[in-house]
């Protein structure tokens, strides 16, 4: 590893390493408040009911981390990348992955976020994170802010639409409802003229283009059980509407904003909405997640690659 090097930071959301370690994963997420017994036993749960308690937003992530690093080396091979990691919510934190590029000697870095599109409250908040940090190490880091419209990452999902289709029958793919979705946010970044919902819908009228669909909408999900209103109409709520109001038979969810196999999708979708879906008689399928796919691996290279020229 030479000083010509370039540290790449893949920063995630996190998740615990076991059902052990989930309070104080909660407690994290929650600024340092312990959650309480019922809000603990809920998520626990939640995990439970995922295989056991299996945790795939690690896994994923270590391997995403480690696709995107072959890639650079394969794609770029006349520079030297090397990835680190950097979570939001678990080891180890944003802050120990820039420490870690630094400790390698490496005095300029690129971050980005496995997450296309940007708010201030998401990938914003991981950008603020590292680049004070950053600071502090005086190393030289940039950023990469967003990624919602880039060909791959349209052609990638317009693919897995189709696939997804394909579990209908033929006669049945104009009367399927196509509903994208993504993490809902409070309802106060509306205010601030926050871009996350405008990308968000580019990036559905891009997909639902190219993969030839006409009967869609979009949907938020997995919002904060929180005082304070969110962005909606939660998806919960649509697959109500669709059924009785509009008698939707058939429902193709794409969870457009998410990019790996974890809580959000494997439980907030496979279970909870197919367990609603089930009760209208609704057929509901899922769209695969991108996860390490190779063309979501040559995306985030390419982007890496662009943010350290320009620096």
């Given amino acids: 590893m030479s000083h010509n090097s370039v540290g790449v930071l893949v920063m995630s959301y996190g998740t ?7 309070k104080t994963y909660y407690t994290h997420i929650r600024r340092g408040v312990p959650p309480t017994q019922e809000q ?7 995990y439970d009911s995922i295989a056991g308690g299996c945790f795939p937003l690690r896994k994923n992530t270590d391997e995403q981390a480690a696709a995107l690093q072959l890639t650079l080396d394969r794609e770029y091979s006349f520079s030297e990348y090397v990835c680190f990691q950097g979570l939001k919510h678990a080891p180890p934190f944003i802050e120990e992955g820039v420490e870690q590029i630094a400790a390698a000697g490496i005095r300029k870095a690129v971050g980005i976020v496995l997450a296309p599109h940007y708010s201030a409250l998401s990938v914003g908040a991981y950008i603020e994170r590292a680049r004070k940090k ?6 030289d880091m ?3 802010k967003s990624y919602h419209d880039h060909h791959l990452l349209i052609q990638a ?6 696939r997804g289709l394909d579990r209908f029958p033929l006669a049945d ?33 891009l997909v639902a283009k190219m993969s030839g669909v006409t009967n869609w909408q979009f949907a938020w999900q997995s919002a904060g059980r929180t005082d304070v209103p969110w962005l909606g109409p939660d998806i919960l709520d649509v697959l109500e509407t669709v059924c009785r109001q509009e008698r939707v038979k058939n429902v193709l969810i794409c969870p457009v904003g998410f990019v790996s196999d974890h809580l959000e999708v494997l439980y907030d979708i496979d279970i909870e909405c197919r367990q609603l879906a089930e009760s209208f008689g609704m057929q509901l399928e899922r769209t695969e997640m991108l996860n390490a796919d190779p063309a979501y691996m040559k995306l985030l290279a390419e982007v890496v690659h662009r943010a350290a020229e320009e620096g």
Wanted: proline share 8%; glycine share 2%.
């Fill in 142 to 144: 940039r950023f990469v």
């Fill in 173 to 205: 793919h104009p009367q399927v409802r196509v509903i994208f979705t993504d993490h809902s946010l409070p309802a106060s970044i509306l205010e601030r003229g926050d871009p996350y919902p405008e990308q968000l819908m580019q990036t559905s009228c």
């Fill in 134 to 139: 950053a600071k502090e190490l005086h190393l």
């Fill in 16 to 22: 615990p390493a076991s059902l052990d370690d989930v």
């Fill in 157 to 162: 999902l317009a693919t897995r639409v189709r």
């Fill in 40 to 46: 603990l036993a809920a998520l626990v749960s939640r």
